[in-house]
């Protein structure tokens, strides 16, 4: 049984900083792209940043220098380093497992006050 396990939302304020962390079981963590969507309110998900099984990473320009996506293959962790928050950076974040997502986490909130 797959699961991703996703934690370290909250509210913050603007200028911020959060960590998310995406825990995962049951699938060979080492092997597979991972990655780090979010969904705001009446918006499409979208990538938000994903990182290779050797590593290379690629970000949406909206977040290109703010945010760090990394992985212990060790703990089978992936982790969404958040800095500099927005207002436009609320959404429910969601960890996802695959280059096509074969397994979706179940989400967490994320919400930047002004």
């Known amino acids: 049984q797959v699961q991703l396990v996703e934690s370290g939302g909250g509210l913050v304020q603007a200028g911020g900083s959060l960590r998310l962390s995406c825990a995962a079981s049951g699938i060979i963590f080492r092997l597979y792209t991972m990655g780090w969507y979010r969904q705001a309110p009446g918006k499409q998900r979208e990538l938000v940043a994903r990182?290779?099984?050797?590593?290379?990473?690629n970000y949406a320009d909206s977040v290109e220098g703010r945010f760090t996506i990394s992985r212990d293959n060790a703990k089978k962790t992936v982790y969404l380093q958040m800095n500099s928050l927005k207002p436009d950076d609320t959404a429910v974040y969601y960890c996802?497992?695959?280059?096509?997502?074969?397994?979706w986490g179940q989400g967490i909130q994320v919400t930047v006050s002004s």
């Open positions: 990182i290779s099984s050797v590593g290379s990473t």
């Open positions: 996802g497992a695959g280059t096509s997502v074969d397994y």
